[in-house]
């Protein structure tokens, strides 16, 4: 496989609902609580309205509530205990991107990694059925 040095980086943000089969996402240049804001935002266009979302989340510095992270109010933020990953759909998301969209790429331009990665979340939103394969957990579901 190729090795590249080069350090350059695009970060997606993004966020599914596996009952509707649709997604929300952005891209930063940066994972900080700016682009969080950001994500935030996006997906708070998306959910119904008259709806609540809750978006999973872990302990990353941009998911903290502290004073600058602006959660919307038809968004809900559930945070996961440390260390649990699989309790979060969206890391089968990544995984999925990174083993089928984002694999073995080397790129030239900062505007060819932000391409690859909006063709990558395309593909997946363009399938509901594939999100709702990935994100769906029957052993995860929360019935009220």
Not at 14 to 35: E, F, L, Q, V
Not at 42 to 66: F, K, P
Not at 87 to 110: D, G, H, I, Q, S
Request: with cysteine; charged share 20%; aromatic share 8%.
């Amino acid at each position: 496989m190729v090795r590249d040095n080069r350090r350059n980086s695009a970060y997606l943000f993004g966020a599914i609902c596996p009952d509707r089969g649709i997604g929300a996402a952005i891209i930063s240049p940066a994972a900080n609580i700016i682009a969080m804001n950001h994500h935030l935002a996006e997906i708070s266009t998306q959910v119904t309205t008259g709806a609540h979302a809750v978006l999973i989340v872990d302990g990353a510095g941009w998911h903290q509530a502290g004073q600058r992270l602006r959660v919307p109010d038809n968004i809900s933020l559930l945070r996961l205990p440390p260390y649990s990953p699989e309790l979060n759909p969206m890391e089968n998301v990544w995984e999925f991107l990174r083993a089928n969209k984002l694999c073995n790429l080397v790129w030239n331009t900062y505007e060819e990694i932000v391409d690859d990665c909006v063709n990558a979340w395309n593909f997946l939103i363009n399938d509901p059925d594939r999100i709702r394969s990935i994100g769906a957990r029957s052993w995860a579901c929360v019935s009220v």
